[in-house]
């Protein structure tokens, strides 16, 4: 009888499972407990972790320990670690040879069981968006933008008020901070008031956990993914892989594929923001690729993309580590089953509208491939 595989998905910067109105991996989710059982593995366990939203790499490394011990505990079989965005870095340090997360945590019985660890659009080498997030202005948008996510999880859009005033804000972000810092506290303000008063204080909560412990911003800037890295070693035996997304730069093209929804224009203005501060990657920060991995890149995409080319929130060659799995065209959400397709049961909801093109074909594709990788030793 084969081992039965763990399979644990951890969840990237923020994770909107901690409030569990959206599953962060529902579509991997639901995909790869179909495909093992189509491959007659249905015995095989898919667990999504639960981390703290923006706490350090080494806290988030001891939440996905405390994933494992839970329900991996019982028996011996192999266990695979799939990260998106920065729950790859959580893997990488999770299986580093002598990592320390924290006194009396016994890593090393678990990580020496893992097989593989595949890593979806993370940030091996950084990304400039962190670096912009650790200002104050930044500070106080990502704390709006992680209010806008909980709000569209509780009732489906953002208010035409809201969206008309933020996207006025958006347009002249060149413009002096007071008035815009005083913007965001007042559409802050103005969306938690829309909660039921014991809802508010649920989403006030969480929301000021995410303020209090930002301890992993400045560990995903370029500069500090640096120590991240010279730290972090791989462990021999573990086989890494990583799939890697590159979406279109906004244009006026695709403004007009998102349509003319107010909401949907509104979103594709915080895409293009953010895709413009991922672009200011210092050519000294990005990783040498073996020809392996380059020749991956060049058949994905035609050319070897250039250093400003990101999927909105990490730079597209920071994303390439150990085998690459697959090179897609998709933002940073799709890879998760975040893009337009809602006549698909149960629907894909696109949080981050990009114009990327990314529909369930792909991602079929693309999680398949991570399949094929987690399970190759079982064609041995």
Known sequence: MAAKHHIYLVPGFFGFINLGELVYFGHALDYLKA?????????????????????????????????????????????????????????????????????????????????????????????????????????????????????????????????????HLMARVDDQLGWKQTLLDQLYDQLLGDFSSERRDAVAKFLSDVGNDTSLIPQLTPEGIDLFNASTVDRPGVRYGSVVTQARPPSLRTRLSAGLDPYAQLTHTIYAFVYGQTQRMPLTALPPHTPAQSAALIQAYGAMPGPTACDGIVPTRSQVYGRVLAAVRADHLDAIGHFDQPAHQPPHVDWLISGSGFRRPQFEAMWKSITDFMLEDEKR
């Not at 993370?122 to 990304?127: D, E, K, W």
């Open 35 to 167: 495909e093992l059982a189509r491959r007659g593995m249905g015995e095989s366990e898919v667990v999504i972790v639960l981390s703290h939203p923006t706490a350090s790499i080494r806290t988030r490394a001891a939440d996905l320990l405390k994933a494992v011990q839970e329900t991996a505990g019982g028996d011996d079989g192999p266990i695979h670690l799939v990260g998106h965005s920065t729950g790859g870095l959580d893997a990488r340090l999770f299986v580093s040879p002598g990592a320390q997360l924290a006194e009396g945590l016994e890593l090393e019985p678990f990580a020496r069981r893992v097989r593989s660890v595949v890593t979806v659009s993370t940030p091996h080498a950084g990304t400039p968006l962190a670096s912009f997030f650790l200002g104050l202005f930044g500070q106080r948008l990502l704390k709006l933008l992680s209010l806008f996510t909980v709000y569209v999880l509780r009732f489906g859009r953002l208010p035409l008020r809201v969206v008309f005033r933020f996207g």
